[in-house]
């Protein structure tokens, strides 16, 4: 299984920003398509953004599109998601998953997955 870690969670308040990391340990993140997906207390995990492996297709959540943006380094063999204009409702613990395609805001469609990064918007 491949392994994947999320990082650059924490606590901002409404209007602000953060940029997640999903670094990919002890494989090429190249060939894999990787999603970002979220889940918040008492709610099921939802797709958040998705990119192609060579990054030329991006794809995003509705409640995310014109704020958050997706990107990759596959050099730094990171990709990361950019988040900006953060809600309270933004609030939940972020995840990124690998697979090998096609892209989809489906978490069935991702058999690898990081532990997760708490991200938190509060005044």
């Known amino acids: 299984q491949l392994q994947l870690v999320e990082s650059g969670g924490g606590l901002v308040q409404p209007g602000g920003s953060l940029r997640l990391s999903c670094a990919a340990s002890g494989f090429t993140l190249n060939y894999y398509v990787i999603g970002w997906f979220r889940q918040a207390p008492g709610k099921e995990r939802e797709g958040v953004s998705c990119i192609s492996s060579r990054g030329g297709s991006t794809y995003y959540a509705d409640s995310v599109k014109g704020r958050f943006t997706i990107s990759r380094d596959n050099a730094k063999n990171t990709v990361y998601l950019q988040m900006n204009s953060l809600k309270p409702e933004d609030t939940a613990v972020y995840y990124c998953?690998?697979?090998?395609?096609?892209?989809?805001?489906?978490?069935?469609?991702?058999?690898?997955w990081g532990q997760g990064t708490q991200v938190t918007v509060s005044s």
């Open positions: 998953a690998a697979d090998e395609g096609p892209c989809a805001l489906v978490v069935g469609a991702f058999g690898s």
